[in-house]
């Protein structure tokens, strides 16, 4: 009796301190967020032809183009509101042009200057890939960039370390020319994160591979994660293949790293996958396979298979039970949660799942 009583004053007491939301066993024991891709500012390649003209379920409520101060102002609030704990914003940098000038960080600004700002949470994904090369050239300057982002009030930490993503190890390993400078570049950066008074940093690096596992910790990595693992859902030679095929296979990958990996372990829900907007004579993304049926459904099942398996695995995970959805705006390919211009809204199914989970269902 003594428990119960217990258990239904923290209920209430969250129900109370969170306007009466259904984000209690979400913010009572795991802290998910959502990666957030700026590619929406009318000013780069990613709004095209075949996106706007053949793919109107995937248009948000505002348009095509949300970063702009008012529209990311909304966005951090409907996150919340649903239950979400943070935004790893994907960042860019380019020699020669400023963190400002590449379009891609613009929502980190609109973010910072946010009057939603302390409603959520937020870290950086280095996308360290495609002609965003890191390496000893620019570490010290990048090193600079990124400490000032760890001072913000807001920024997430794991183990009481501001958390600073990489998308891969590749580009490091062959940027520095081995694992070991990689290793003593990140113990540079925690030494100087803790000469600017913070605790260190937390340097957590993308990998779906034992062989990607590998690299990452002989790279230093403090944890394993990931972007997305949506190949690990394709089977046969089909091309259109049922998201719940994904749902499953990435729930044994999930088991499968954990167990592997010497470091924590932070899970990633691939929510889906359709690139073929952005298909070209390169990617050649119309002749690769696809998920079909991602709905508010599907997002769903995907949260909650991602709780699921973090109430299962604590032991695999950050202290901090930290997970990750692929992704908050990745429209052009397949995987959003913002609410679109047709009736689709996948954030509908985001609520149900925390709420599900927080009646103990």
């Not at 379009?103 to 910072?112: D, L, Q, V």
């Not at 990435?250 to 954990?258: A, F, I, N, S």
């Amino acid at each position: 009796m003594k428990f119960l009583n217990l258990f239904t004053f923290c209920f209430l007491t969250t129900l109370i301190l969170d306007g009466g939301g259904a984000t209690f066993a979400q913010k009572g024991k795991n802290k998910i967020g959502a990666y957030y891709f700026d590619g929406w500012s009318g000013t780069t390649f990613h709004i095209t032809k075949d996106l706007e003209a053949n793919y109107p379920d995937r248009e948000p409520v505002w348009g095509w183009v949300t970063s702009t101060q008012n529209i990311v102002d909304e966005q951090i609030a409907l996150a919340a509101d649903a239950g979400l704990s943070f935004f790893s914003f994907c960042w860019y940098h380019r020699n020669g042009k400023t963190v400002e000038e590449l379009p891609e960080n613009r929502a980190i600004s609109f973010y910072k200057s946010s009057k939603n700002v302390k409603k959520l949470e937020y870290c950086l994904l280095v996308a360290n890939h495609g002609g965003f090369d890191v390496g000893p050239e620019n570490w010290d300057k990048l090193t600079k960039i990124w400490l000032e982002e760890f001072k913000n009030p807001q920024y997430l930490k794991v183990d009481k370390k501001p958390l600073l993503i990489f998308f891969e190890s590749a580009s490091l390993l062959k940027n520095f020319g081995s694992g070991l400078a990689v290793s003593e570049a990140f113990e540079k950066l925690r030494k100087s994160a803790r000469e600017a008074g913070l605790a260190g940093a937390t340097i957590a690096v993308c990998a779906g591979s034992a062989d990607g596992i590998a690299k990452a910790e002989e790279a230093g990595a403090d944890v394993i994660t990931g972007y997305n693992y949506h190949s690990v859902g394709f089977i046969g030679k089909d091309q259109a293949i049922p998201i719940d095929t994904l749902q499953a296979a990435e729930q044994r990958l999930w088991t499968k790293l954990g167990s592997s990996v010497k470091k924590p372990y932070i899970p990633v829900s691939t929510m889906g996958w359709d690139p073929r907007p952005w298909s070209n004579d390169k990617n050649k993304y119309q002749e690769r396979p696809y998920f079909t049926g991602f709905s508010a459904k599907s997002a769903e099942a995907s949260v909650r298979g991602l709780i699921n398996w973090m109430n299962a695995n604590p032991n695999r995970m950050t202290a901090e039970r930290i997970g990750l959805l692929y992704a908050w705006n990745e429209n052009g390919e397949g995987a959003w949660l913002t609410p679109g211009k047709t009736g689709l809204n996948p954030l509908d199914g985001l609520k149900a799942a925390f709420k599900k989970r927080s009646r103990g269902k």
